[in-house]
T-cell receptor
């Protein structure tokens, strides 16, 4: 069972569209993450939020814009994506490092197709 | 950055067989997790094990931090164990680096 939820499960969007991915957790975690996973590859970190502040941006293109409105929610706003951005987008959460162990828990993912 | 190598890359088992998956890492870590990714993409936490040994049912894991490796043991494998097994390590902050994974196929 996962306590990290993601919506939508699937998303198809054109290159001129604007869409958002949503992630929610109710485990009291104060760190949240976005990962991108291409087919047959491991997940790759995109962004980390710690205490609602962006702490890591892995040089992600500006067409991906993260937002953390509160400690339970994480959004990823998408604009002017390219077909190569098609992937599984995974959200995760954890306690911040040093408090209760930094084990990360993942949501079920959003499968994004850019046409 | 830290390197994470998993072996074997692919593994085919007959139902009921046992297996050992290995994860080598190139530097000291303060986080090591094993995940199972099912065919629908869900990453399921198996173990958080930066050091020591843990067991959960038919699965167990051992991390020898001083020698920079971790092992995942699967006993009496079932077809539902099929999928990709990832080892992921963290050194500082909250950044996890994943290995390339081991694809496991269990045949009935």
């Amino acid at each position: 069972d996962t306590e990290v939820t993601q919506t939508p499960k699937h998303l198809v969007m054109g290159m001129t569209n604007k869409k958002s991915l949503k992630c929610e957790q109710h485990m009291g975690h104060r760190a949240m993450y976005w990962y991108k996973q291409k087919a047959k590859k491991p997940p790759e970190l995109m962004f980390v939020y710690s205490y609602e502040k962006l702490s890591i941006n892995e040089s992600v293109p500006s067409r991906f814009s993260p937002e953390c409105p509160n400690s339970s929610l994480l959004n990823l706003h998408l604009h002017a994506l390219q077909p190569e951005d098609s992937a599984l987008y995974l959200c995760a959460s954890s306690h911040p490092t040093g408090t209760g162990g930094p084990a990360q828990y993942f949501g079920p993912g959003t499968r994004l197709t850019v046409t | 950055g830290i390197q994470v190598e998993q072996s074997p890359p692919d593994l085919i088992l007959q139902e009921g067989a046992n297996s050992t998956l290995r994860c080598n890492f190139s530097d000291s870590v303060n986080n090591l997790q094993w995940f199972h990714q099912n065919p629908w993409g869900q990453l399921i936490n198996l173990f958080y094990i930066p050091s020591g040994t843990k067991q959960n049912g038919r699965l167990s894991a051992t991390t020898v931090a001083t020698e920079r490796y971790s092992l995942l043991y699967i006993s009496s494998s079932q077809t539902t164990d099929s999928g990709v097994y990832f080892c992921a390590v963290g050194q500082y902050g909250n950044k996890l680096v994943f290995g390339a994974g081991t694809i496991l196929r269990v045949k009935s």
